[in-house]
């Protein structure tokens, strides 16, 4: 997977941080806070865009990844309409232990940065991993955390997690299209409007919110297909 980046350097609470900026094309990309879960929305370039962010992460442990997001048009008809909030989003390795209330310090003191094309295997995420079916047990750290900042979801994890997870990502980039075409964008069961293909990202522990503790905080990151931009 290769994509056109920005990489930039910065210092924050004395260390020197790497920070590789992902553009805005191709595709589309929103991150809307639905007060119960996050939902990434994008279509299928933009959902291309995130896989191979996501594969960056995985194989980047001292990489901040950056997709600057929240002022990039919403798909229309979100559940909430004009209440929904949009977030950034950033990817991190767990052994980084970048503290996400330092992100709006560290991201004004980023260098201008150079341009940069990144490559991961295409292969990357197509089988599961080894710890896949593990991290849910209490022994394992292989899972993923939530926090939101600054504007901004942070995304944490090892290595296996972001894996274990860039397998669901893959398989709704695989199977979306088709399943979208076939059943139609506004098919109904039972009455009630069906939302597009979806993958919900489970953490081991409950979403924290950083700047934000309510008990309506979202606990989970949902991820639709949403191709047209009408969702």
């Not at 997709?67 to 008809?77: H, S």
């Not at 926090?147 to 994890?157: E, K, P, Q, S, Y």
């Not at 919900?200 to 950083?210: F, V, W």
Request: with cysteine; proline share 9%; charged share 20%.
């Amino acid at each position: 997977m290769e994509q056109r980046v920005t990489v930039h350097q910065g210092r924050s609470g004395g260390r020197q941080y790497r920070v590789v900026r992902v553009g805005d094309r191709p595709g589309r990309l929103s991150v809307l806070d639905e007060q119960f879960r996050i939902t990434v929305y994008a279509d299928r370039a933009g959902l291309s865009r995130l896989l191979a962010a996501w594969s960056l992460a995985a194989r980047s442990p001292h990489t901040l990844v950056h997709l600057p997001l929240r002022t990039r048009p919403a798909p229309a008809n979100p559940p909430l309409g004009d209440r929904s909030v949009r977030y950034d989003l950033v990817l991190a390795h767990h052994s980084l232990q970048f503290p996400p209330t330092g992100w709006k310090h560290l991201r004004s003191r980023l260098d201008p940065g150079r341009p940069q094309t990144t490559r991961t295997p295409d292969a990357d995420f197509t089988t599961a991993p080894a710890a896949t079916g593990r991290r849910h047990h209490r022994e394992t750290h292989d899972h993923l955390r939530y926090d939101l900042a600054a504007h901004t979801l942070f995304v944490t994890g090892s290595a296996p997690a972001y894996r274990d997870h860039g397998v669901a990502l893959r398989d709704l980039l695989a199977t979306a299209p088709a399943l979208h075409h076939t059943l139609g964008p506004f098919a109904s069961a039972g009455g009630h409007e069906r939302r597009g293909p979806e993958t919900t990202l489970l953490p081991a522990q409950p979403l924290r919110h950083t700047l934000r503790h309510d008990a309506s905080a979202p606990t989970v990151l949902n991820v639709q297909y949403c191709p047209d931009w009408y969702c």
